[in-house]
């Protein structure tokens, strides 16, 4: 239960970490994609923080956080558990006990967010809309909508969102998502926080 948990957030991350753009030729869409996308995984002193709420089809609500240092640590945390995640290394630390060093390596995991695989992801992605403007947070943001159909680590997801982009710097505010990912039919809420000062590090 607890690798599932794990590994649906990074599901969850990847198909919301798209910037978008506005245009009115499809291709020309996409070529814009890509390059705000190449800035933010480009990036390698980006940090921030995600919110995460999920409702799923019985409308129980989840919540969860996680504090990136991009692009190899990542530290998740939820009611269940808390998972810290640098390069080759693991830490996981139930709901009721001390952290303990991951019998396997979720590297893998990360090495999943990969220019190509990324990529491939992207061109999943249709129907991309612009919706308008909107402050979200105090933050001027271009909105934007999409449906998607992709396949992240093995598992499908599918469904559409709604992007909430940084007028400036192109980088996700919110993201709203109806969809399904690893059999589980939820709507998911992800407010980001961008902060130079979160760092990620081993527990001690």
């Avoid at 693991?90 to 979720?106: A, E, L, N």
């Avoid at 709507?187 to 979160?198: G, L, S």
Wanted: proline fraction near 4%; include cysteine.
């Amino acid at each position: 239960m607890l690798l599932r948990s794990l590994l649906l957030s990074f599901v969850l991350l990847s198909t919301t970490l798209m910037p978008a753009s506005v245009h009115a030729d499809e291709t020309a869409v996409r070529a814009e994609l890509v390059a705000q996308w190449r800035k933010m995984f480009d990036a390698r002193d980006l940090a921030f923080s995600a919110v995460v709420n999920t409702t799923d089809k019985k409308g129980r609500v989840t919540h969860s956080e996680m504090r990136v240092n991009w692009p190899n640590k990542f530290h998740m945390k939820s009611t269940e558990s808390e998972f810290i995640i640098i390069g080759d290394h693991t830490w996981m630390k139930p709901k009721d006990g001390g952290w303990m060093k991951f019998p396997m390596s979720m590297k893998k995991v990360i090495d999943q967010f990969t220019p190509e695989v990324m990529k491939a992801s992207m061109d999943g992605m249709t129907n991309v809309r612009y919706v308008g403007d909107e402050d979200v947070n105090g933050i001027a943001c271009k909105v934007y909508s999409y449906d998607f159909d992709v396949k992240v680590m093995g598992f499908r997801s599918q469904g559409s969102s709604t992007i909430y982009s940084n007028s400036d710097s192109g980088y996700p505010v919110r993201v709203i998502t109806d969809g399904e990912a690893m059999g589980q039919r939820s709507n998911t809420v992800v407010d980001y926080t961008y902060d130079p000062n979160i760092r990620v590090a081993a527990p001690n």
